[in-house]
């Protein structure tokens, strides 16, 4: 593993365990050129995919750009980072075991938003606003409402304002 100080070739392990439900093994490592000392994520792929975006273009799915997504989604939401990283983990297991190379954009959203739907209403919320490309107010009152009827079908709404 290469030394994201000096850019030497060669580190030592020092430590190991598994973090994430035993999904991913972080490793402290120590440079043999400087000294420097670093952590390193293992995790497993099960294959290289291709996301389809709505136009049409293809890119390489990136766990980061996916985390980012969430990540935004739960900004400042009390939920433990250990429960969004398994949220992450699991979407992309999801999409690893399709069994198609190319997975839509459209899909993605679609495990991302069933996901913060068992997590998090207002981070579920947050979420649709960008993924159903609310226009006006009037989609955010409309789909919060759905939200919690769902939660609790008993409870009556009440219209914003009063």
């Known amino acids: 593993m290469r030394c994201p100080f000096c ?29 420097a000392r670093f952590t390193t994520f293992e995790r497993i792929q ?30 400042k939401r009390p939920i433990d980072g ?15 075991t399709l069994g198609d190379a190319e997975v839509s954009s459209r899909q993605i959203g679609g495990f991302v938003m069933d996901g913060l739907k068992g997590l998090d209403s207002v981070a579920y919320i947050r979420f649709a606003s960008v993924y159903k490309e609310f226009a006006e107010p009037r989609d955010f009152e409309e789909f919060a409402g759905n939200v919690t009827e769902a939660a609790d079908p008993t409870h009556p709404r009440l219209p914003i304002g009063e």
Not at 11 to 34: T, W
Not at 48 to 69: H, M, P, Y
Not at 82 to 96: D, P
Request: one cysteine or more; charged letters at 40%.
């Open 7 to 35: 850019a030497h070739e060669d580190s030592q392990v020092k430590d190991s365990r598994p973090s994430e439900d035993g999904a991913v093994i972080r490793r402290r490592r120590q440079c043999e050129g400087c000294g």
């Open 82 to 96: 250990v429960r969004i990283e398994q949220l992450i983990s699991g979407i992309q297991r999801q999409l690893e």
């Open 46 to 75: 099960l294959r290289e995919l291709t996301v389809v975006k709505g136009d049409g273009r293809r890119e390489v799915f990136e766990r980061e750009k996916l985390g980012r997504s969430v990540y935004t989604a739960v900004r």
